[in-house]
T-cell receptor
Framework: GDSVTQMEGPVTLSEEAFLTINCTYTATGYPSLFWYVQYPGEGLQLLLKATKADDKGSNKGFEATYRKETTSFHLEKGSVQVSDSAVYFCALSDLPGANNLFFGTGTRLTVIP | EAQVTQNPRYLITVTGKKLTVTCSQNMNHEYMSWYRQDPGLGLRQIYYSMNVEVTDKGDVPEGYKVSRKEKRNFPLILESPSPNQTSLYFC????????????FGPGTRLTVT
């Protein structure tokens, strides 16, 4: 079945460090891929998405590229800020319009000044 | 403002005392869903609804009920809460399903003693 595996946390970085959070997926079709972010005390919100191979999603300085050959969708940011401290969830959906959204277990990022 | 609201935000109750957590969205979304979030387990889906009067079980439906009588509302009912239902609950909605951006409510932290 479909699934998402993301790197375990927690991840602690100094401000302005480079961030990578790994995400790989298993899917039978051609899924859409997402990164959601959960700031402290809040619900999840969509950070970025990509709907086909080689697409790059980007938002707020974060990027992720849909790599079909390695079934990956790693999240990157060149220079993290304290305000990026949050839990990041990778997710996939491979059936438009259906109840079909699989989340990873989340990676907690803490950025220290 | 487009939003998903949940009430209450915090609730402490005792085993066996029926409770309802309300969820409402103002975006005319067809799809709504309930999740619970537990440490180390990520997000798990409880129930979902593809449209009015259409509901179905998610991954962890035992001990929960839902109804969808109106498009905007999707209450979660715990008929006889137990301590293992202590968790953080999120309601979410989207235009049509999992592959569309999910909008999450702020969460309800439930403690059952």
């Amino acid at each position: 079945g479909d699934s998402v595996t993301q790197m375990e946390g927690p991840v602690t970085l100094s401000e302005e460090a480079f961030l990578t959070i790994n995400c790989t997926y298993t899917a039978t079709g051609y899924p859409s891929l997402f990164w959601y972010v959960q700031y402290p005390g809040e619900g999840l919100q969509l950070l970025l998405k990509a709907t086909k191979a080689d697409d790059k999603g980007s938002n707020k300085g974060f990027e992720a590229t849909y790599r079909k050959e390695t079934t990956s969708f790693h999240l990157e940011k060149g220079s993290v800020q304290v305000s990026d401290s949050a839990v990041y969830f990778c997710a996939l959906s491979d059936l438009p319009g259906a109840n079909n959204l699989f989340f990873g277990t989340g990676t907690r990022l803490t950025v220290i000044p | 403002e487009a939003q998903v609201t949940q009430n209450p935000r915090y609730l402490i109750t005792v085993t066996g005392k029926k409770l309802t957590v309300t969820c409402s969205q103002n975006m005319n979304h067809e799809y709504m869903s309930w999740y619970r979030q537990d440490p180390g387990l990520g997000l798990r889906q409880i129930y979902y609804s593809m449209n009015v009067e259409v509901t179905d079980k998610g991954d962890v439906p035992e001990g929960y009920k839902v109804s969808r009588k109106e498009k905007r509302n999707f209450p979660l009912i715990l008929e006889s809460p137990s301590p293992n239902q202590t968790s953080l609950y999120f309601c979410a909605s989207s235009l049509k399903g999992g592959s569309y951006e999910q909008y999450f409510g702020p969460g309800t932290r439930l403690t059952v003693t």
